[in-house]
């Protein structure tokens, strides 16, 4: 699982997610959320953001630990 903010100093969320995903070490299995308190959206094509669960701030704790649940136990589980 992987949890990244949209906004960050060097490179923002939409890129990090496009590098992990053309990386030759990438595993496509590993599920990503992107958290963003200034974008209702990410800009990025249907490439780079499919697959990626969007989460705006502020960020319910709640939500976000029912999703993790339901993404570590679901298809990208190794075990489920």
Same mark, same amino acid.
């Given at each position: 699982? /992987?949890?990244?903010?949209? $906004?960050?100093?060097?490179?923002? *969320? *939409?890129? !990090?997610?496009?590098?992990? $995903? ?10 990503? @959320? !992107? ?9 990025? *094509? ?6 990626? !669960? @969007? @989460?705006?701030?502020?960020?319910? !704790? &709640? $939500?976000? /630990? ?6 570590? &136990?679901?298809?990208?589980? $190794?075990? *489920?």
């Amino acid at each position: 699982l /992987i949890i990244t903010d949209y $906004k960050m100093p060097i490179m923002d *969320g *939409g890129q !990090l997610i496009h590098a992990l $995903k053309t990386s030759q070490n990438a595993s496509m299995d590993t599920p990503i @959320f !992107l958290i963003s308190g200034h974008i209702d959206s990410p800009k990025q *094509g249907p490439d780079i953001i499919r697959d990626v !669960l @969007f @989460f705006n701030k502020p960020l319910a !704790l &709640e $939500k976000l /630990i029912r999703m993790t649940r339901i993404a570590l &136990e679901g298809p990208y589980s $190794k075990a *489920g």
